[in-house]
């Protein structure tokens, strides 16, 4: 079993920047891509960003390529997201979660295991 806790989440008016930060632990075996995703109220959950084990690949949506960055420190054991130029459409709850098989980054059902959501809120 592997736990994955969310943190960073608040409250930031539109044009700033959040960091959100997901820590790993448990009995964690083998290696595993880690992605980020969000859920709006009324919508589906979305794939925001992944990255490999070795952090060689990443992945992003494009409604945040080239405002997000994933990142990873394996030897903590964290996955972050930094979160820059936040527009209201990012107010959702994110949530970090990690694939312990082939790696398919957007595909939410690949995931094995999800932390509990941090909220983040961009006012306009």
């Known amino acids: 079993q592997v736990q994955l806790v969310e943190s960073g989440g608040g409250l930031v008016q539109a044009g700033g920047s959040l960091r959100l930060s997901c820590a790993a632990s448990?009995?964690?075996?083998?290696?595993?891509?880690m992605g980020w995703f969000r859920q709006a109220p009324g919508k589906e959950r979305e794939f925001v960003a992944a990255?490999?084990?070795?952090?060689?690949?990443?992945q992003y949506a494009d409604s945040v390529k080239g405002r997000f960055t994933i990142s990873r420190d394996n030897a903590k054991k964290t996955v972050s997201l930094q979160m820059n130029s936040l527009k209201p459409e990012d107010t959702a709850v994110y949530y970090c979660?990690?694939?312990?098989?082939?790696?398919?980054?957007?595909?939410?059902?690949?995931?094995?295991?999800w932390g509990q959501g941090t909220q983040v809120t961009v006012s306009s």
């Open positions: 990255i490999t084990w070795s952090g060689g690949s990443t």
């Open positions: 448990g009995r964690v075996f083998s290696p595993y891509a």
């Open positions: 979660a990690a694939d312990n098989s082939v790696w398919k980054p957007t595909d939410p059902a690949s995931y094995d295991y």
